[in-house]
């Protein structure tokens, strides 16, 4: 039997193990198919038109397949809507880039003017951190009255860089053991 599919759209058929495009044909014997549930849904559908080949039973309700002249008439037809629809698609997109850009352009005459300021070249940044002068011996309190949290610290550093010689001058009397 020679089956046709007249749908819009290909469809696969695992009878003849293949996709069969929009307007194909397939060649399949009847006693093989007419058990075929996917063949059988298909026919009933109208998605099959079919002939019956020499020797195999007549199986009526065929939809009737167009001719040649009527399959290029629903091509052209078919050509004609879709250029139609993508000029008016083109239209419709066109008009909504214009509103919008008037959109805009009253959105910013509105706004007022904008004036961007121009791009210089970055200045250097200041040290933040400034530079201490060296601990020396006199950054050692000795009243217990120090003036602020830096004359701490200096402290603190004083005592461990000199602090070990200042005991050692006051437990000998000024003298350094021998």
């Not at 020499?54 to 629903?74: F, W």
């Amino acid at each position: 039997m020679i089956f046709t599919n007249i749908t819009r759209s290909s469809m696969y058929m695992q009878c003849c193990h293949r996709e069969v495009p929009s307007g194909g044909s397939f060649i399949v014997p009847w006693f093989r198919v007419k058990d075929n549930r996917a063949v059988r849904c298909a026919m009933r559908n109208g998605d099959l038109a079919w002939q019956s080949m020499a020797g195999e039973p007549e199986v009526p309700g065929s939809p009737v397949l167009p001719t040649k002249a009527e399959r290029a008439k629903q091509e052209r037809r078919r050509k004609a809507a879709k250029k139609a629809a993508e000029v008016e698609s083109r239209k419709r997109r066109e008009a909504k880039m214009k509103a919008d850009d008037e959109a805009v352009k009253a959105n910013m005459a509105r706004m007022g003017n904008f004036n961007v300021p121009q791009v210089k070249p970055r200045r250097k940044a200041d040290a933040v951190a400034k530079r201490e002068k060296p601990i020396t011996r006199e950054d050692v309190i000795s009243d217990d009255k120090p003036k602020s949290l830096a004359d701490i610290v200096r402290h603190n550093r004083a005592v461990k860089a000199f602090g070990g010689e200042r005991q050692k001058e006051s437990n000998n009397g000024g003298k350094e053991a021998k």
